[in-house]
């Protein structure tokens, strides 16, 4: 498993993370069999959110209860989690109150007396960067949470926070997948006009504001077609990319899933990979692709044949 030391933090870092979203529903004894996998693996960072499962913070608590993890056990891993969705409504809600109260659930549920990265879930259109700051302030110099960070926000949204917020912003969830690239796809072909991939979304290039502002990108549904709607490993929607795939497979000696998990790792910005999946092979499987040494013929391939113009 290739690390890193994440930016802005003392954390060596795995490029593979397990994103726990999904093991409500587990055993004690499944959820301690996909952790052990994952930490075979080489994973030891792990992922949640307070509205994970049907209850609010019903993953968080089932993972502590499943683990039971010991004080060394505890420091042996990073533990990440989110706040800012409001399941009710639904709305978002980035007020101080609000963020420290989910903080003091999330340190409960985890049976945990600090959380290693708190990233802010989804962007508030009401957001007041004051309220933020106090928040992380407070949860800093209590020691309950170590390090912050955001998902699924813009290179401006990330400034307005930064223009109050002391502590750096460590990591930037986003969704980026082989076929779901428009982070990486818009820069591609720049400046062609009547080219819709040219089109920039995120407000001035987010893949470039956080390798010039040393903001970790964490890549969730690493294997979704699109937004939500299938996996493209497979699909008869994707006949030339699945192809390319498989050839890769078979040259590298892995699954599938490596080779999807090696285009993300590939890029030099130093992203991880967010698995979601609750089945442990698989968790191998993707795992074995954190540092495949795709070459730029094989990068740029695998980008073209899922529908994108390389110019």
Known sequence: ?????????????????????RIAEKSDDEIRGLVHTARDAGIDFFDHADVYGDELHECERRFAEAMQLTPSERDAITIQTKAGIVKDGPYFDFSRDHIVESVEGSLAALDTDHIDILLLHRPDALVEPEEVARAFDELQASGKVLNFGVSNHTPRQIDLLRRHVRQPIVANQLQLSITHEPIIAQGVAANMQAEPQSVTRDGGGIVDYCRLNDITIQA??????????????????YPELNAAIDRMAAKYDVSPMAIATAWITRHPAHMQVVLGTTTPDRVTQAAAGSDLPLTRAEWYELFRTSGHLVP
């Open 1 to 21: 498993m290739k690390t890193f030391t994440l930016p802005g933090t003392d954390i060596t870092a795995p490029n593979v993370v397990l994103g726990l979203m």
């Open 220 to 237: 969730w549904s690493p294997f979704q077609a699109g937004f939500f709607n299938g996996v493209f490993l497979g699909s008869p929607d």
